[in-house]
């Protein structure tokens, strides 16, 4: 070849108007597609916290030993694909609304948020429902009130001495 017909050296010149576009691939991590499920669920009504209660404990614990805050992701794990993803949630309700429901919820919110933003097809959400948080419930059920305790209290005989074997009267 002539190197007249070479392309000049440095930056590539813009392709023509009639080239053919290849999409360009970019690898999403897993970390980044776990905040976006983790994010997504956490704004479905009915959904207390992502993960379970011991996970979280751990999660908190080792945070303050290395002096980091908790993983946003907790309870969420991701598998990335090139061009599909499966999510997988673990999650703690709140009390009050049909589990059934918020997981449905969960997963259609996840579904939208992960295809929409990374563009990659969502090809299944699992989600699993470990625990339910009672608060709602506590705070709609009425205290129960003792009554108060009587000032003085119950009479008592005295103590009644009885002789033992060997002891004399």
Known sequence: MDREHLPPPGPSAPPAA??????????LSQAAVERLAASAARGVDGVSSLGTGAGRAFGALRGRVAGQH???????????????VAVDLTLIAEYGRPLHDVAADVRAAVFSAVGDI?????????????????RAAE????????EPAAATPP????????PL?????
Request: avoid cysteine; proline fraction near 8%; glycine fraction near 6%.
């Open 18 to 27: 009639d080239a053919e576009l290849v999409p360009e691939a970019a690898q």
């Open 70 to 84: 908790e993983d946003p992701a907790v309870g969420v794990t991701a598998e990335v694909g090139r061009e599909e």
């Open 118 to 134: 990374t563009g990659l097809r969502v090809i299944e959400v699992n989600v699993d429902i470990s625990d339910v948080h009672l």
């Open 139 to 146: 705070e709609t059920t009425p205290a129960i009130t003792a």
């Open 155 to 162: 009479a008592t005989e005295p103590p009644t001495h009885r």
């Open 165 to 169: 074997e060997g002891d004399r009267a």
